[in-house]
């Protein structure tokens, strides 16, 4: 998820382990352990594109991490704040908390988290948006009204509380049924229109639960359709066709069976200007009412010295104003 939503969920997270010994400082360190995993993406500054995207939500978003540094995260707090009512084994238990429940919450998004490091074996749910307001909004606002209470008080604790459980309820009782509907009436529609396909992955569309995009894998190229549970005509649905036989020899460079294991084989392959593109179809295109085919993770493919790399493409969203009125146009209804 996005910066804030780990923020707000682990400053809450830490006022229910140590808020009423010490207040918003629970809050203060629990907002900083949820902050902690997602420290992976300076892994882009120093090695290669692919390395980074593989180390991505690996490590630090394992169960590992959170048992390995937490102890020693609170260590380092209770040398700093030697004055609270707290020893190093509360802090350290605050830290394991906001550090664990990063990676439970990335779980259920499109690029998962490598929870049972080193196995290596990642969990994407795929039924929530990297950036969603419905979740984050309210949760936000009742973890802010809690901060401004006393410690200890009774009201904190029911405020903080409610904030989590509206955020538990959304996951759970809002994202995850909706992924069961949507994926539903892609299949009935496949089968309505007689196409034949070997696999379905839904995940829903930017910033909302209300809409939903399903790539659908035939031989020789991908199905991509939108579903908003608004809509009242049949679904429409874009192909993007794999191109495999442009790869060539690239095919067997190990960098590139990295990337096609980093997109768990849902890929397609452009040409523009005699270079070659790989294109990572699970986050689907830059516009995902399908008025701009660009997408969202491209990169260009080049083979240099006998070794592969990939340059991420660099996206331009234009005018983001017109895109999002396009979006929620979309996810009013066909």
Request: hydrophobic share 40%; with cysteine.
């Amino acid at each position: 998820m996005d910066s804030l939503t780990q923020i707000v969920l682990g400053a809450s997270v830490g006022e229910v382990v140590l808020g009423r010994k010490v207040g918003n400082k629970a809050m203060l360190y629990g907002a900083i352990a949820g902050t902690i995993p997602d420290l992976d993406v300076i892994a882009r500054s120093f090695t290669d594109t692919i390395t980074a995207n593989e180390l991505h939500r690996g490590f630090t978003h394992s169960i590992f991490f959170a048992l390995v540094f937490a102890p020693i995260f609170g260590w380092i707090i209770s040398k700093i704040e030697k004055k609270a009512d707290a020893d190093w084994k509360d802090w350290s238990k605050l830290m394991f908390w906001g550090l664990f429940t990063h990676p439970l919450l990335d779980m259920f998004t499109t690029w998962g988290t490598q929870l049972f490091w080193p196995a290596d074996y990642r969990l994407a749910f795929k039924t929530i948006f990297v950036i969603d307001p419905a979740y984050t909004l309210p949760f936000l606002f009742f973890t802010v009204l809690a901060a401004f209470r006393p410690k200890g008080s009774i009201s904190r604790r029911k405020l903080n509380s409610m904030g989590l459980q509206l955020s538990c309820l959304y996951l759970f009782l809002i994202t995850i049924p909706l992924k069961i509907y949507t994926f539903y009436e892609f299949k009935e529609a496949l089968k309505e229109q007689k196409i034949s396909y070997a696999e379905i992955e839904t995940k829903p569309s930017p910033f909302n639960t209300i809409m939903w995009t399903a790539n659908i894998a035939t031989d020789k190229s991908y199905l991509v359709g939108n579903y908003s549970i608004l809509d009242d005509q049949p679904i429409e649905f874009r192909r993007y066709p794999k191109n495999y036989h442009l790869l060539g020899e690239i095919k067997e460079y190990p960098n590139f069976k990295k990337l096609v294991k980093i997109s768990k084989g849902w890929y397609t392959i452009t040409e523009k200007e005699g270079d070659l593109y790989f294109n990572d179809l699970r986050f689907g295109t830059i516009d995902p009412t399908g008025n701009d085919s660009r997408f969202v993770f491209s990169y260009k493919l080049e083979v240099k010295n006998g070794i592969l790399t990939a340059t991420e493409v660099e996206k331009n969203y234009g005018d983001a104003s017109k895109m999002m009125k396009s979006l929620f146009d979309r996810v009013r209804g066909n």
